[in-house]
C-alpha cells in the first residue's frame, strides 16, 4: 500500500535491482548535454576538412609578395616553417613535389600609417611656446603597421582544399624617436613579432581546423 504521507520526488526516477539503484532522469541529462556539446563548433575565419591521417610531408614555399614591402616574405615564411616543426609531428620541406600536400600563402596588402602624434608645444629660444596640434604637422611618435594575407593548403596529387583562409589580418604598432640622434627603425622589429603572431595563428587553426 502506497502511504500518502511519504514524501515525493518528481524530479526523477528511481528504480532498484538487487543493491543498485539507477536515475534516469540525471542520466539522461547528462547524456543530451554531452550530444549537445559534441555538436556545438564554430568557426573563424577560414575553411577546413580533417586532415588526411596518411598525410606526413607538408610543402611551405615561400610566401608570395604582392606589396612593395621589400623580403617581407621571407620573414613570414621562416616564422611558419619554424612554428609548423615546433608544434607537429609533420616534416616540412620547401618542394612541392615530395610533399603530400602544400601550403600555398600570398600577402595582399600592406600599409603603415601613423598612430599616435607628438602634440607637446615646441619650446624656442626666446622662451617661448608654439602649440603643434595639428596632426598634419605634429611629428608621429607611434606607427601602426598592416598586413593583409590568404592562405590555402591543399593536397598536391588530388588539390582537395584542406584549409583556405583569404581573410587574414595582422596588425602591429611599434614606436618612433621624435629624436634624430637617438632614431632606429622599429619596423623591422614589428613585423618580426608580426610574423611570429601569423606562424602561430595560423599552425593552430590548420590543427584545429577552423
Do not use: W
Not at 70 to 92: D, L, N
Not at 111 to 134: G, K, L, M, Q, Y
Not at 175 to 190: H, L, N, R, Y
Amino acid at each position: 500500500m502506497i502511504d500518502p504521507a511519504a514524501p515525493r520526488k518528481s524530479c526523477c526516477l528511481k528504480f532498484q535491482i538487487s543493491n543498485f539503484k539507477f536515475e534516469i532522469l540525471p542520466l539522461c541529462f547528462c547524456v543530451s548535454v554531452a550530444l549537445l556539446l559534441s555538436a556545438c563548433g564554430y568557426h573563424v575565419g577560414g575553411t577546413a576538412s580533417q586532415l588526411p591521417p596518411g598525410l606526413k610531408v607538408i610543402a611551405v614555399p615561400a610566401l608570395k609578395n604582392d606589396t612593395t614591402r621589400y623580403r617581407i616574405e621571407q620573414g613570414m615564411t621562416e616564422a611558419v616553417v619554424h612554428e609548423f616543426i615546433a608544434r607537429t609531428k609533420y616534416r616540412i620541406v620547401s618542394s612541392e613535389e615530395s610533399a603530400d600536400a602544400v601550403l600555398h600563402g600570398e600577402i595582399t596588402g600592406f600599409e603603415a600609417i601613423p598612430a599616435v602624434f607628438d602634440t607637446t608645444p615646441a619650446t624656442t629660444s626666446s622662451s617661448t611656446t608654439v602649440p603643434t596640434t595639428n596632426t598634419q604637422t605634429a611629428r608621429a611618435t607611434t606607427m601602426l603597421v598592416s598586413v593583409h594575407m590568404k592562405v590555402l593548403l591543399e593536397e598536391r596529387e588530388t588539390n582537395k582544399v584542406l584549409y583556405k583562409n583569404d581573410n587574414y589580418l595582422f596588425r602591429q604598432p611599434y614606436e618612433i624617436s621624435t629624436d634624430p640622434a637617438k632614431f632606429f627603425d622599429e619596423q623591422g622589429p614589428a613585423l618580426e613579432r608580426m610574423s611570429r603572431d601569423f606562424a602561430s595563428r595560423l599552425v593552430s587553426d590548420v590543427l584545429e581546423n577552423f
